[in-house]
């Protein structure tokens, strides 16, 4: 019997699992994951708003992992490729006969200066609830300080964590304004960015649409801005400053740290991974997810890290893992993305639909789409009773 090492319980890691489980190739499958909780990244910027609480978001892992999987619940340090072992923080060694990473990413400062220490990420649960947790309380403290610098926010960054998370921002806003009583008429948002637009990953109509609507509600853009710096409560470009009390950091990410820890050949910690998903020199190790790169035939470019991409190479790897032990070849990791949805609150959004030929929609419906997408994803995971049990 082969052992077959998960790491990660996120998209990539869970669904892989779950396919290794249903190939019923009767191998002992481990999956390990620093948190007892599976949580809904491509929900994060809604807790951070605080539009949904954690537990919206999270599900325990020990319950909706597919059954036959052990799961082990601690952080890993590092891999030794060479005898094939995961080192952890707490427990003995795991060893493997075939390793998926998954272990996601983690924020991207860039080297810019100040930027860990002076801003607030949105990578996992914990940042999420303190940027939610600053955030609320920063707005409050306007009642006794009345500094004006409480009640402005800057985001940095126009991708699409950023522009999700000024959706839920300024839907939140009033609710706000009336729980901490300060008038909503003074809270000024910017957002800062380097690129001459918003969404990069959107025709221009539509990234220009999203603009419009959350400068409506009362964002200032300030592109073709980029930071050079940040200091408390100041965001820094060359001879501009931005201030506010709430300096919010979604700018971009980077692969897990373990990929450096392990000595894998990677840039932004990201391993560019061969066409079945396996490491050169490597082929008992698959990297998908955010910690793999892998180049688009197509445009030769990388692919974007999304968890679209994540659960499709989720099933390649797992495909792959089968063939192997049956002694048969492997397939290539082929994409095609279904489209990509960027909500605006949860009543709006922008969305490019590649069904059957391109769909641009804005506004509502893109709302109602994005729900079903969030759900559609979630069933992909694990089986929809787990995952309502697990609540
Ligand atoms: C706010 C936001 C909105 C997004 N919206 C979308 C969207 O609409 N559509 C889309 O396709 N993509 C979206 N994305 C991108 C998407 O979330 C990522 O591409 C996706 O989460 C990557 O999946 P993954 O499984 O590789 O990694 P992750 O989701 O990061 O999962 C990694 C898992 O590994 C665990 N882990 C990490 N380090 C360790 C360690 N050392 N030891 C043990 N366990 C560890 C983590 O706890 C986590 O459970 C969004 C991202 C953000 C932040």
Redesign the pocket.
């Given at each position: 019997m082969k052992t077959i090492v998960v790491?990660?319980?996120?998209?990539?890691?869970l669904r892989a699992a779950r396919q290794i489980a249903s190939a019923k190739t009767h191998q002992r499958i481990i999956l390990?994951?620093?948190?007892t909780y599976?949580?809904e990244?491509?929900q994060?910027?809604q807790v951070a708003a605080g539009t949904l609480e954690p537990s919206d978001i999270t599900f325990d892992i020990k319950s909706v992992a597919p059954k036959g999987v052990e799961v082990i619940i601690d952080?890993?340090q590092r891999i030794d490729r060479d005898q094939h072992q995961v080192l952890l923080s707490q427990q003995e060694p795991v060893s493997y006969d075939y390793l998926v990473n998954?272990?996601?990413?983690e924020s991207e400062t860039f080297g810019i200066e100040g930027a860990q220490e002076n801003s607030l990420p949105?990578?996992?649960i914990n940042t999420a609830v303190a940027a939610r947790q600053h955030l609320e309380q920063t707005l409050a403290r306007y009642q006794t300080s009345k500094d004006e610098q409480d009640l402005s926010i800057v985001v940095c960054g126009a991708g699409?964590?950023s522009i999700?998370y000024l959706g839920e921002l300024v839907y939140r806003m009033p609710k706000l304004a009336k729980q901490y009583k300060f008038p909503l008429e003074k809270v000024k948002i910017s957002c800062i960015e380097a690129a001459d637009s918003i969404l990069p990953m959107f025709e221009r109509g539509l990234a220009d649409w999203a603009t419009n609507y959350l400068r409506k509600k009362g964002v200032e853009f300030h592109t073709s801005t980029p930071i050079t710096s940040i200091r408390p409560g100041q965001v820094v470009s060359n001879d501009q400053v931005f201030s506010g009390h709430t300096v919010i950091w979604t700018t971009g990410v980077r692969g897990?740290e373990?990929i450096s820890a392990s000595g894998y050949p990677a840039k932004r910690n990201r391993v560019v991974v061969q066409e079945d998903l396996t490491v050169e020199g490597h082929p008992e190790e698959f990297l998908i997810?955010?910690?793999s790169a892998v180049p688009d035939p197509q445009s030769g470019r990388l692919y974007p890290?999304?968890?679209?991409i994540?659960i499709a190479q989720a099933n390649c790897a797992a495909a792959n893992i089968a063939a192997r032990l049956a002694g048969q070849p492997s397939q290539k990791f082929t994409f095609k993305s279904v489209g990509t949805?960027c909500s605006l609150g949860p009543f709006s959004g922008v969305a490019q639909i590649e069904i059957m030929g391109q769909m641009k929609l804005k506004g509502l419906a893109v709302g109602v789409v994005k729900q079903f997408t969030n759900y559609r994803t979630v069933l992909e995971l694990a089986d929809c009773k787990a995952m309502l049990a697990s609540r």
């Open positions: 790491l990660g319980g996120g998209y990539a890691g390990i994951n620093k948190n599976h949580y990244a491509t994060l910027h952080e890993v998954a272990l996601g990413f949105l990578v996992d699409f964590t999700e897990s373990v997810g955010d910690v890290t999304t968890a679209q994540s949805v």
